[in-house]
């Protein structure tokens, strides 16, 4: 993923690009002054620095990284064109210590990167910029399409109490399940949006993009499940193999993806019934349980219990109401033509608008859809779109088009596309649900893509933290140290390296934590990216906290996304990106890397 920033006119907001090893590279080059120094450019101040650094290492009575034998020694030359591997240890007759010599490099390196992060780099991120996957310009958007829940209306997390609440208490009223369980409350904690549910094996669990499980991270009921033992259920292995894992909209035959903000509570009752049944020695079928548990939830939608508790208190639930109609408001006024495509009714819908934009909200979108039963809409043609009037009640007559100021139900995406001829890039659509609102627009469609990713605001300012940029920019050196330090492989350095193991285990643990200590955070797993972080990409062209982002761009910017590299064309660790000026112990051992 790439970050996208701009500075907006008037606003004094910096918008940070980049963030993780992107950030810290930045800021390591950014504060060097190799390339400024007076009578020498980059390569001669590197040069300065390998001799520098050879006296370093021969007045403190250490071996130079220069002991390394043969090939990878004559890797170190100038006139090299490549990095041989490295084949051996300095032997003991070259007089190295290899225990002092791992630990004068770890200690050298813990000081260089805790003096070289300047006080700023800890708040670079904005959490309202937006974030490009993909190359766009907004000058090529002439059509602005939006879901509601949680895109237009973002909600309070009360909403999830209530419906974690309403669930539970129909399965003990409606399904008969143990009373004891009205002991369970809702846990805003507890859970990620995300996480995948193995119905049989009765497991919450995070999955990378490789379809790997990360360990720590799996949940029967309300209590973390041994590694060993989430190993042993998958044959000896945490990989999750395709035919098992969530079909394209998240349902797999047996395995689940939470990608709906809604299924929090959902996620957190069905591990409170399972912790009541397993602390209980209860018995139990895991696919009653996780069928009951999704009707109960779905109840709360269908029969429009949430849709009255929010309509009776939209002050306690509605959050943001007045930046989402400056953002209709400045599109319209753009002469941008604006439709709104949702799965709520229109009654629910209409009172929110009028509570956020006002009683003529629908004189900003030439069209509205409700109940359209996205993602079916995108895919089924058979559905017609059906008129309501002012009161919601459906029409009969035949739609032989659609016209700005109606309120429309049903219908379809082919049909929308042949009134309209609304096609292609020109047409930017925002929603939630990765699979629900957008996949099928981008893959089958071509319209272009917005995700709204309400965590993005809390994780972005847990990364601007200087406990978070230190533990990160720590970790990433001392793994680069594992990888060129391994060839040492003597009693007294293998534990050395097994000391290094540790630590850097207990560091990804401790950001692991940072973000949310069941889980993580919703983007990442240790170091990879997550399953959910895999479809954001897939699916989104840019991807923002909230629709109130817009406000910050102009309405002509094009978001370049930042070129990632890939590993065969990055092969330094961060610590090793800026040599010349950082005066890295072990620079000639640099060169060795592929």
């Known amino acids: 993923m790439a970050a996208v920033g701009v500075k907006a006119a008037g606003s004094g907001l910096w918008k940070g690009n980049g963030a993780g090893l992107q950030l810290a590279a930045a800021v390591f080059c950014q504060s060097c002054s190799c390339s400024s120094a007076a009578g020498s450019g980059p390569g001669e101040g590197r040069r300065a620095g390998w001799g520098q650094q050879r006296a370093q290492h021969q007045s403190a009575g250490q071996s130079p990284p220069s002991s390394v034998p043969g090939r990878a020694r004559r890797a170190a030359e100038p006139s090299s064109a490549a990095a041989g591997p490295l084949s051996s240890q300095p032997s003991h007759a070259e007089g190295a210590d290899t225990k002092s010599y791992l630990w004068a490099r770890y200690h050298e390196m813990k000081k260089l990167v805790y003096d070289l992060l300047p006080p700023g780099v800890c708040n670079l991120l904005n959490p309202a910029a937006i974030y490009a996957n993909n190359e766009i310009s907004l000058r090529d958007v002439e059509i602005y399409g939006f879901d509601y829940d949680y895109t237009l209306a973002q909600y309070s997390n009360l909403l999830h109490s209530m419906i974690f609440n309403t669930a539970r208490d129909i399965l003990i009223e409606q399904y008969k399940y143990p009373e004891g369980l009205k002991k369970y409350d809702y846990l805003p904690g507890f859970a990620i949006r995300g996480l995948h549910y193995d119905v049989q094996k009765s497991l919450l669990m995070k999955i990378d993009a490789f379809h790997y499980v990360q360990l720590g991270t799996a949940y029967r009921g309300l209590k973390p499940v041994p590694d060993e033992e989430v190993i042993e259920l998958y044959g000896g292995t945490q990989h999750i193999p395709l035919y098992q894992m969530s079909d394209f909209y998240g349902k797999g035959p047996s395995i689940k993806q939470f990608m709906d903000i809604f299924s929090l509570p959902e ?151 042949r009134l309209t001829g609304w096609r292609g890039s020109r047409v930017l659509y925002f929603g939630d649900h990765l699979y629900s609102d957008l996949a099928d627009l981008m893959l089958r469609h071509g319209w272009r893509t917005g995700a709204i990713v309400p965590e993005l605001e809390p994780e972005i300012r847990i990364i601007n933290t200087e406990q978070y940029m230190h533990s990160l920019t720590w970790q990433q050196a001392l793994t680069g140290l594992l990888e060129r330090m391994q060839m040492y492989q003597d009693a007294e350095s293998k534990q050395v390296l097994l000391e290094w193991m540790q630590e850097r285990q207990e560091i990804r643990s401790l950001t692991k934590n940072l973000f949310n200590p069941q889980f993580g955070s919703i983007f990442r797993t240790f170091h990879n990216p997550t399953y959910f972080s895999r479809r954001l990409i897939r699916f989104s062209d840019i991807y923002m906290a909230s629709i109130s982002c817009l406000l910050n761009y102009d309405v002509n910017f094009t978001f370049f996304p930042r070129r990632t590299p890939l590993q065969h064309e990055a092969p330094l660790w961060m610590d090793q990106l800026c040599t010349g000026c950082m005066k890295t112990p072990f620079l000639e051992e640099m060169v060795h890397i592929r």
């Open 267 to 417: 996620m957190t009752l069905l591990s409170s019934v399972i912790d009541y049944f397993i602390n209980h020695g209860i018995e139990f079928d895991q696919v009653h349980l996780y069928k009951d548990i999704s009707d109960a939830i779905k109840d709360v939608h269908v029969k429009g219990m949430m849709y009255k508790w929010i309509e009776k208190d939209m002050e306690k639930y509605i959050l943001h109401g007045d930046e989402t109609y400056a953002v209709l408001n400045r599109l319209v006024n753009l002469d941008k033509k604006l439709f709104l495509i949702t799965n709520s009714p229109f009654s629910f819908v209409d009172k929110g608008m009028k509570h956020m934009v006002g009683k003529n909200w629908r004189d900003l979108f030439d069209m509205v859809i409700v109940q359209a039963d996205k993602p079916t809409f995108f895919t089924d043609r058979r559905k017609p779109f059906r008129k309501l009037d002012d009161k919601g009640s459906l029409q009969w007559d035949k739609i032989n088009k659609l016209e700005k100021g109606k309120i429309y139900k049903q219908g379809n995406l082919f049909d929308f596309l």
